[in-house]
């Protein structure tokens, strides 16, 4: 893959480390990014042999978030036109779509954040089942800032995670926010020294790994089903076409 790195532990039996892989760009989701995403999640969910996948990024970011070279206010995203809709549409839910296919994985989860996430970055984070991030690693969700409403249906998972009135705090505000605060607010499970992040997160994956695989399973889809009964990701349902009209209005102003 292009823009991935996924590889299967020789020494944890079961588990795969899948690795955002654009370090000249901190890792910033382009469309094929997002294309390989959803491939990789797909043959994942359907190999047993895997039960625990560690998400992280190459270089010294977990990703800068969408690649802002895509999003072109004269010509919509990733080359699309306002004469084709339903073009731009598929386009625009593209988010939403590798987020579920994260979130959709039989498997648990554990994003490792290795540096900073932004945007998307945490939407992604925000379907993990776990979350661990080196000391130094800060986290923002700027699109506001960006004249964007924030979409990949992102608000259902963050106020699920973070609370109701602290995602609105960081969405309205797209204010920086510390790998400490990340954890006293709940969204992360573990802040470690920026050289023990990876040996902490592999220590919890052979601590998983060592438990029955079916009881392991049983609660990965339970809880995930309560979680989304606590705030279905249906109210969302009209997020392609918030970002469809942002972006016609940016392409007007423009003009």
């Not at 004269?74 to 579920?100: H, K, Q, V, Y």
């Not at 920086?176 to 990340?182: K, T």
């Not at 606590?230 to 940016?250: C, I, R």
Request: aromatic share 6%; glycine share 8%.
């Amino acid at each position: 893959m292009q823009t991935l790195k996924i590889e299967q532990d020789s020494e944890l039996i079961g588990l795969t480390t899948v690795t955002l892989h654009r370090p000249e760009v901190l890792n910033a989701i382009n469309s094929q990014m997002h294309l390989e995403l959803q491939e990789a999640c797909r043959q994942l969910r359907n190999d047993s042999h895997t039960r625990l996948i560690i998400f992280t990024g190459a270089g010294r970011a977990f990703s800068a978030g969408a690649d802002l070279k895509e999003v072109q206010p004269s010509g919509g995203t990733d080359g699309g036109t306002f004469s084709d809709p339903l073009e731009m549409r598929r386009r625009a839910e593209r988010g939403s779509i590798t987020s579920a296919a994260i979130e959709g994985l039989e498997q648990v989860t554990i994003g490792v954040v290795n540096g900073l996430a932004i945007g998307g970055a945490v939407v992604f984070l925000s379907a993990m089942d776990l979350r661990f991030a080196a000391a130094s690693a800060w986290f923002s969700i700027p699109e506001i800032d960006l004249n964007i409403p924030l979409t990949w249906n992102a608000l259902p998972r963050l106020m699920r995670e973070l609370g109701p009135a602290r995602t609105r705090e960081l969405v309205m505000t797209g204010d920086r926010f510390s790998a400490e605060e990340a954890m006293r607010w709940g969204f992360l499970n573990h802040v470690t020294a920026d050289d023990a992040l990876l040996p902490a997160a592999r220590s919890l994956a052979a601590k998983l790994l060592a438990k029955d695989p079916l009881s392991l399973a049983l609660t990965k889809s339970t809880t995930r089903a309560l979680a989304n009964l606590m705030v279905p990701s249906q109210g969302t349902h009209s997020d392609p076409e918030y970002l469809m009209l942002a972006q016609f209005l940016a392409e007007k102003k423009n003009r």
